[in-house]
């Protein structure tokens, strides 16, 4: 079982064009991380929120913890081809374990 | 400072048979994972290690799954024997501690076919 799912699966944009991508749950977590996960390569850490409410931004990508800490998005400004990839936020299920989501793929094309 | 290794990165090899990876994870970090990441969905945890003992195997099909951190360093896992279903690719990742909250450092991966 998921504890979270993450929309849409896939979104393919222009470049220049903005996106949005859903990471939600039924389950209230501590925290929440976000990765980006590259063809043939494993998911890289891009930000960890901790504060229900909290807004983190990393150049053109803005992150955002939901109030209730169920809930978080990742909005990016002006998409570049460089931002292809596999998103993940994952959450812990415990002290000391991460559970995924599935991923929203996106696809920036030139 | 080097990122985690593993290899192979690619394997073929037809049902029945066995396959072993390994991985290497970042110099001085205590706690190691494993992870079958299947296409189209995220990474799940199939062990987790704190220096050389287990600290999480629930999701480990045991009965042809094992893997082992010897030294607290280094790790292999194996599948004997491998089953259609079993490809998919496995990611290794370390972190400096224990904790959920951590940042999670990832392998490239092994890209297993069982044909």
């Known amino acids: 079982t998921q504890l979270l799912e993450q929309s849409p699966q896939f979104l393919s944009i222009q470049e220049g064009e903005n996106l949005t991508v859903y990471c939600n749950s039924s389950?209230?977590?501590?925290?929440l991380q976000w990765y980006r996960q590259e063809p043939g390569e494993g998911p890289v850490l891009l930000v960890t929120?901790?504060?229900?409410?909290e807004v983190k931004k990393l150049k053109r990508l803005t992150f955002q913890f939901g109030d209730t800490r169920k809930d978080s998005s990742l909005h990016i400004t002006a998409a570049q081809p460089g931002d292809t990839g596999l998103y993940l936020c994952?959450?812990?299920?415990?002290?000391?374990?991460?559970?995924f989501g599935a991923g929203t793929t996106v696809t920036v094309r030139a | 400072e080097a990122g985690v290794a593993q290899s192979p990165r690619y394997k073929i090899i037809e049902k029945r048979q066995s396959v072993a990876f390994w991985c290497n994870p970042i110099?001085?970090?205590?706690?190691l994972y494993w992870y079958q990441q299947i296409l189209g969905q995220g990474p799940k945890l199939l062990i987790q290690f704190q220096n050389n003992g287990v600290v999480d195997d629930s999701q480990l099909p045991k009965d042809r799954f094992s893997a082992e951190r010897l030294k607290g360093v280094d790790s292999t896992l194996k599948i004997q024997p491998a089953k259609l279903e079993d490809s998919a690719v496995y990611l290794c990742?370390?972190?400096?501690?224990?904790?959920?909250?951590?940042?999670?450092?990832f392998g490239p991966g092994t890209r297993l076919t069982v044909l």
């Open positions: 990742a370390s972190s400096p501690w224990q904790g959920a909250g951590n940042e999670q450092f």
């Open positions: 389950s209230v977590f501590s925290s």
């Open positions: 994952a959450g812990p299920s415990n002290d000391y374990k991460l559970s």
């Open positions: 110099s001085g970090h205590a706690t």
């Open positions: 929120v901790v504060t229900g409410g």
